[in-house]
């Protein structure tokens, strides 16, 4: 029986690194959360993750990841940020008491980087880097060349995907999956409600769902100041709103069973269902940007405007699929292979180790670096709910330091 441990921070890294643990063969899994917000996961998230299994989980604070035993587990998935990884192995590689001949590590990408060189580079350090898709493989695979590395690079695609097997006969619903932050102005959200009313107007045998990323009354770190449902809800104060159109909070995967077209504007569910091949729409209307991550859609052939919806079919370019989304269909038997190879022969792990100097000759933002104090200062002034998690994280921490 493989131990493995799991070091994740918010839900969606928390989902994709368990998804890995979970296709690892004959495993027993341990869950550590880096807490980072007072409502970092909902109770309700949580429940979704664990899809009825028991797991034993731990939340820990700052730099209490130090005191972890590691020496207990013969594998360690690092699902989380850019920073929390460099400091962790600037941690692992320097402690004496860590048997490191004994542990594979393995890291991955939660989310969709699309080339992204920081995140990949962040990432070297480990046994096994699995990559979200061909143009992540091939970076990566330049920087193991470039120091001269003995790890590992897979081709493993976007890890959430799984087959889904309760695909309805009649799938003829279109659904919106709402971004708290994109777009974030109260003017263009409302904006968006507008013209996903008028297309259930002008469709009215059309059925309409959206999709928020959290419920209302869920408490989590995503802050969202204009929810839909609210926006919704003025229009309707002097609007009538089409009865074809409704909200939804059913998983994804139930989503996706009856669905005909889906719509964002550049979340990861777009990944997810263009490898189901079901039409998804990337909504144009707020233009191309970095900070809304939709740019790398932009030869896609899904990206369209509200009122191209039903005048225009997405329709997925071949070669942009390639690149992006494609992976073996046998990932998981290539994954365990290569775990077991290193678990029989410690020499088949990664032995050179990339310093974080060096990572810093990969970051093509070197030139526009904002240190991370300033941009938590920056960010507390605009929002005081963070300015609060800070504060809770900070006390909360102290106080277990003094109680050992």
């Not at 700052?62 to 013969?74: L, Q």
């Amino acid at each position: 029986m493989k131990k493995i441990l799991l070091l994740a921070t918010y839900d969606s890294f928390l989902k994709t690194g368990l998804s890995i643990a979970n296709a690892i063969n004959i495993a027993e899994i341990d869950i550590y959360i880096r807490t980072t917000a007072a409502n970092q996961i909902s109770k309700k998230q949580l429940e979704s993750i664990y899809d009825g299994k028991d797991y034993f989980y731990k939340f820990f604070f700052m730099d209490e990841y130090r005191n972890i035993d590691y020496n207990k587990y013969d594998i360690i998935i690092l699902s989380a940020g850019n920073e929390f990884i460099k400091s962790f192995f600037a941690f692992f590689l320097s402690s004496s008491s860590i048997d490191r001949e004994k542990i594979i590590t393995i890291s991955l990408f939660p989310g969709v980087i699309f080339g992204d060189i920081d995140s990949i580079a962040a990432r070297m350090n480990v046994d096994i880097l699995l990559c979200n898709n061909q143009i992540d493989y091939d970076i990566a695979k330049s920087i193991q060349e470039k120091f001269n590395f003995d790890n590992e690079i897979l081709l493993y695609g976007f890890p959430i995907i799984k087959e889904i097997k309760k695909f309805r006969e009649k799938r003829d619903k279109i659904y919106f999956f709402e971004q708290v932050k994109i777009p974030e102005e109260y003017t263009d959200r409302y904006y968006l409600v507008k013209k996903l009313v008028e297309y259930a107007e002008a469709h009215p045998h059309e059925v309409i769902y959206i999709k928020p990323r959290v419920r209302l009354d869920e408490k989590t770190v995503h802050i969202n100041k204009y929810p839909l449902e609210k926006i919704l809800k003025t229009y309707a104060s002097k609007n009538t709103v089409p009865e074809n159109l409704f909200f939804t909070y059913d998983s994804i995967e139930e989503c996706f069973s009856d669905m005909k077209l889906g719509l964002t504007i550049s979340s990861t569910v777009a990944i997810e269902a263009m490898y189901y091949h079901i039409p998804m729409g990337l909504i144009s209307d707020f233009g191309i940007r970095k900070e809304f991550a939709n740019q790398d859609f932009l030869e896609s052939g899904c990206l369209i405007s509200f009122d191209e919806i039903g005048k225009k079919e997405p329709n997925v370019n071949d070669a942009w699929y390639k690149s992006r989304i494609s992976f073996p269909s046998n990932r998981n038997n290539i994954l365990n292979s290569s775990i077991e190879k290193k678990l029989i022969n410690p020499k088949n792990r990664n032995s050179k180790f990339i310093g974080l100097e060096s990572i810093e000759y990969f970051n093509y933002k070197k030139g526009n670096y904002v240190s991370k104090n300033r941009k938590r200062f920056l960010k507390a002034i605009k929002n005081p709910m963070y300015t609060l998690s800070v504060i809770w994280n900070f006390v909360n921490s102290k106080k277990k330091r003094n109680s050992k």
